[in-house]
């Protein structure tokens, strides 16, 4: 099968081109539980563009270059092409979506539906993933698709989406009306966490963004104010919640100085969501012990978050803005995801 494979690190993202598109083996079943997806779509992240300078490599290789070659892709829905002897329920051609990571379904986490904290594999960072036409997963992995969505149209929901719908959830269980969110970046995964706030809570949105394209597709999504980030955003947050700052900020850039700014946004006793990273996060902590500011990691979700947000999107009332690109042109994709001039999600179609 044809696949984009990324052969050595970048990390100046100074290479003209950074995969290689070229025929390797097909996925093979080498468990009962396995089922082989014939790619449908498969999003581009910017956290693959990190995992190609290197970010991930101590966490994920760190014996330097152990990995590589790897596929890339941990973003994918497609269609059952093959299973195991012991997958039930699960048939070829069936549309699925594919959780991210693949648990072994015993441990203490995956027990609880922890699986993204459990023991396992992340395609597309430690194995390889779907910048390719087939992957094979776990039966435990996949999530049915109704007939209102299509496989490229929610590919990138499995990291993307299932992300930003985790921190968003956490925010509207305590957010009430007359309250405040603000979501820093209204990129591929922000434009999501606006229609999970609005479809899920009664809070005024606020959002934070450089570009003025992402604050028009803000707006799109249900904001009710938008501020750009011209380096007085923290006024215009404060000013706009009376000088107390928001219950929920959400930053979805987490470098480039959002995270100093992401905590001043923040109401005392409210709370600071991360989901993009790049920069420390330094505050003394005097501070939090007199502000009482809580600050909330988010990585990936579980199956059923995916499941509930395959809901919202089945119901209309989450909608994914999407450009096309053919797995051939992966490193177009990238570079244009790079360079910021994608509007939305950018996903891969073999």
């Given amino acids: 099968?044809?696949?984009?494979?990324?052969?050595?690190?970048?990390?100046?993202?100074?290479?003209?081109?950074?995969?290689?598109?070229?025929?390797?083996?097909?996925?093979?079943?080498?468990?009962?539980?396995?089922?082989?997806?014939?790619?449908?779509?498969?999003?581009?992240?910017?956290?693959?563009?990190?995992?190609?300078?290197?970010?991930?490599?101590?966490?994920?290789d760190p014996q330097g270059d152990s990995l590589l070659p790897l596929i890339l892709g941990h973003e994918n829905a497609g269609w059952v092409e093959e299973v195991g002897p012991n997958v039930e329920g699960l048939k070829k051609g069936d549309p699925v979506i594919v959780h991210p990571k693949i648990s072994n379904g015993t441990c203490v986490a995956c027990r609880r539906g922890q699986d993204m904290h459990g023991e396992g594999s992340f395609p597309g960072l430690d194995s390889h993933g779907g910048y390719a036409e087939a992957i094979v997963t776990s039966e435990r992995n996949l999530i049915a698709l109704p007939k209102s969505l299509q496989p490229k149209?929610?590919?990138?929901?499995?990291?993307?989406?299932?992300?930003?719908?985790?921190?968003?959830?956490?925010?509207?269980?305590?957010?009430?009306?007359?309250?405040?969110?603000?979501?820093?970046?209204?990129?591929?995964?922000?434009?999501?966490?606006?229609?999970?706030?609005?479809?899920?809570?009664?809070?005024?949105?606020?959002?934070?963004?450089?570009?003025?394209?992402?604050?028009?597709?803000?707006?799109?999504?249900?904001?009710?104010?938008?501020?750009?980030?011209?380096?007085?955003?923290?006024?215009?947050?404060?000013?706009?919640?009376?000088?107390?700052?928001?219950?929920?900020?959400?930053?979805?850039?987490?470098?480039?100085?959002?995270?100093?700014?992401?905590?001043?946004?923040?109401r005392n006793a409210g709370s600071y969501y991360v989901v993009g990273y790049g920069e420390d996060i330094k505050v003394p902590t005097v501070d939090l012990v007199i502000s009482e500011k809580n600050i909330i990691g988010n990585l990936v979700g579980t199956w059923a978050e995916l499941y509930e947000l395959m809901e919202l999107a089945h119901r209309g009332l989450v909608q994914l803005e999407t450009h096309e690109y053919s797995l051939k042109d992966a490193n177009f994709a990238l570079r244009a995801l790079h360079e910021g001039k994608i509007k939305g999600r950018a996903v891969l179609v073999p």
């Avoid at 396995?34 to 490599?57: K, L, S, Y």
């Fill in 1 to 60: 099968m044809k696949a984009q494979v990324l052969h050595a690190y970048d990390e100046d993202l100074t290479a003209d081109t950074w995969l290689t598109y070229e025929d390797v083996p097909d996925p093979v079943i080498s468990k009962g539980s396995d089922v082989i997806v014939r790619v449908g779509g498969a999003g581009v992240c910017r956290t693959d563009i990190h995992v190609i300078e290197g970010v991930w490599r101590p966490h994920m």
């Fill in 153 to 266: 149209e929610v590919a990138p929901y499995s990291d993307a989406g299932l992300t930003a719908y985790r921190a968003a959830k956490k925010a509207t269980r305590h957010l009430l009306p007359g309250q405040y969110a603000v979501v820093i970046g209204a990129g591929g995964l922000g434009h999501i966490a606006i229609q999970v706030l609005r479809a899920m809570c009664a809070a005024e949105i606020i959002v934070v963004d450089t570009n003025d394209n992402s604050l028009q597709l803000a707006q799109e999504c249900g904001a009710d104010h938008l501020i750009k980030a011209d380096g007085g955003e923290v006024d215009a947050v404060l000013s706009l919640t009376h000088g107390h700052g928001a219950e929920a900020v959400l930053d979805f850039v987490g470098e480039r100085g959002t995270t100093h700014k992401g905590l001043a946004m923040t």
